[in-house]
Structure formats: C-alpha cells, structure tokens
C-alpha cells in the first residue's frame, strides 16, 4: 500500500499546523474540577481562524466554496486538531457538509455550503441512537403528512447541539427507509436536554415531538445516512490517531527527564517495551485509517464493501488509543492525574472518542455480519 500524500494534502497539514500551533489544552477549566461543561460553546476564534484559512471547505467542491480535497486531506487536519484537544466541531460540520453535497438537493447545497465554507454556519449530527449502542436511524421516527415529514423520537450524546445551527438526524421511515432530516436547532417540537462528555464538553439529548419539515430540509436518498456515518466513523479514527501521538510524545519527553536510580526511566527495560508496544498501536491506527479513508475517497473496490475497513480502523483506534493513553497514565506515575498537567485532559478526551460512534465491540460485530455476507477466498 501507497500512502504517499499528494502535494494538495501536505499544503492542508502546514496550513492547519500554522493555525493549531496556539492552541492549548488548558484553555478551559479542567473537567476533573468542573460539575457541568467546561464551557458553554466551542472555540469560535479558532472557528473563525480555521475559515479563514480555508480549512472549513476544504473537502468541498470549489463550486461551493470549497478546496476540493477528499475525505484523507480532511482526516489528515482532523489529526492535527486532535493532537492539541481542539474545541471544533470540524469533524462534525465537515461530514455532515460532504454528506449534503454529494446527496442533497442541489438548491439545498448550493444555499448551505457556501456558508459553511465561510464559517457562517456550524453544523452537527445524532449518531448515536437512544443509548449509544443501537442504529442511530432506529432511534427516530418519520412519517409523511401530505408534503412534510413529521419526526419523533430521541437522540443522546449529540455533539455541539447547543451551538449548531443545523443538526442531521436520521430516521427509519414507514417503508423502512432512512432519511436525514436537517433540523434547525431551535425549531418548534425540538427540546435539549444536557448531558456532559467524559471530556467536560457539552452534549445534547435531543428530543423529537412531532418535528415537522418540509422536503428542503430533508435528504431521502439512499445510502445518505451511511455515508456521513463512515465519514464521522472515519474522522473519529483520525481524531483519535492524533491524540494518541500526542500522548506517546508526552511520555517519551517525560520518562526521558524522569530519572530513577541516576538514569532516565526511559533506559529501563520495561519501560521502553511498553512504550514500544504503543508505537505499534499507533502504527497500526494509521494504517487502518488511511485504508478506511483511501476507500470513502476514491470509491474503490475490495474484498469486502468500504464499511469492512471502517470498522477494522474503529475497532484499532477504540482499542489503541485506550491503551495508549492507560499506558501513558502508568509511566507518568502521579503526575498523570495532576490537574496542572494535561495528560489528564487527553485521558478524558480518549475516553469519549473510544466510545464515540460505537466501542471496538460493535464494529468487531459489524466485520463478522460483513463477513459471513461477503465470505473471503
């Protein structure tokens, strides 16, 4: 396998390194120390920042604003990001965007993009279902009446709800079809309820009482719901290979000063072989990845559909990113859970994107459906 990044995806990384370079994990409160949410709404400098360097259309058709890149060029600032626990909802508004351009109503595109590209709109998506471990699209209702659809049901643990002005929620029709409904944040029959994420951010409930649309907001195609829900999949895994690195270089900087007997603990035996172990996770996470997001992007065939690779580098970054940020925790001894030293932060932010679109558990089932549908040799 090639992963050689083109010309156009380097110059995405060096734009979104020279617009993350200052930003810092501890620029809110600590979420071991905060009851509630860290705060009440994302970072919009840094929103702002990333717009204005073009980094919000970046996988958007120029047509609407937007670079022209792919799924890897966005996974490869998602990376980024997440290496300085960035407050954004980048992935979120960037999957939902690439989901209405290619599936929406081209009206519907052209009125929205421009303006996400431009960082005048924030969008969002339910993904999670009613517990975080059922179909989202199973979670609510749809029903026509006349020309509009009418929704109900209940969403958890949505992203960014609060501030979003638009959120996608799917829903399985009469028919036992999916569609994805574009829901105003403070449209009539919506209510929010507060959760809070492991990493003190701010979540929504999200409760549907006869949610009426019209077909402008709504996107029926088939096979909508599952293209933004491998691409939130796929920029999760990106999201969490970033933090990881991030992490690994913490506890490397850290057991390279820490010294114990007269010699730094990184010489010691078993501590190069568990950080050594953790190089192969995050290896492993990588290649995954870019597999997973090489087949959103190009469209090619394999083995198995585009989804098999999705899980395999869910089912990697679940698991590693969990290992590598225990292990962390191990070799920072106390200081790991100091509040004045991020590790913790990462710890908590690893945590959410563990769970985040289904743990290692729900995509390790998903692979086997796949595979005895689709049997290998």
Not at 189 to 209: C, I, K, M, R
């Amino acid at each position: 396998m090639d992963f050689t990044f083109t010309e156009e995806q380097q110059a995405a990384v060096e734009t979104a390194k020279a617009v993350f370079k200052d930003v810092t994990p501890d620029a809110v409160p600590s979420p071991a120390l905060t009851p509630g949410a860290v705060a009440e709404d994302h970072d919009r400098p840094l929103w702002s920042r990333l717009a204005a360097a073009d980094l919000l259309g970046l996988a958007l058709a120029p047509e609407h604003g937007g670079s022209g890149l792919d799924p890897v060029a966005l996974c490869l600032v998602l990376r980024e990001s997440a290496r300085v626990l960035a407050r954004v909802p980048l992935l979120e508004t960037s999957a939902v965007a690439l989901t209405v351009e290619r599936h929406a109503h081209p009206r519907t595109a052209a009125e929205l993009l421009p303006r996400v590209a431009r960082g005048e709109l924030v969008l969002t998506a339910a993904s999670q279902g009613r517990t975080g471990h059922e179909p989202a699209d199973r979670a609510v209702t749809a029903r026509r009446d006349g020309a509009d659809w009418i929704l109900d049901g209940l969403q958890t643990a949505v992203p960014w709800a609060h501030t979003a002005d638009l959120i996608a929620v799917p829903a399985h029709t009469t028919e036992d079809r999916t569609i994805l409904a574009l829901v105003p944040r403070t449209h009539e029959g919506l209510t929010h309820t507060d959760q809070y994420s492991t990493s003190g951010e701010l979540l929504a409930e999200l409760h549907l009482d006869a949610v009426r649309l019209d077909d402008t907001n709504v996107i029926d195609t088939d096979g909508a719901w599952e293209r933004l829900r491998d691409l939130l999949t796929t920029g999760t895994c990106a999201l969490a290979l970033g933090l990881g690195e991030a992490v690994l270089t913490m506890t490397s900087q850290y057991t390279g000063k820490r010294e114990q007997f007269g010699h730094p603990v990184a010489t010691f035996q078993a501590v190069a072989v568990q950080t050594a172990d953790r190089y192969i996770d995050l290896r492993a996470m990588e290649a995954t990845l870019w597999q997973a997001a090489w087949r959103l992007s190009s469209g090619a065939d394999g083995a198995l559909p585009a989804a098999g690779d999705i899980a395999v580098a869910k089912i990697w970054a679940s698991e590693g990113v969990r290992r590598v940020v225990q292990t962390a925790q191990h070799l920072h001894g106390g200081f790991g859970a100091d509040t004045d030293y991020p590790l913790h932060r990462y710890h908590a932010w690893a945590k959410h994107l563990e769970l985040s679109l289904g743990p290692a558990a729900a995509h390790e089932e998903a692979l086997g459906d796949l595979l005895a549908a689709h049997p290998l040799g």
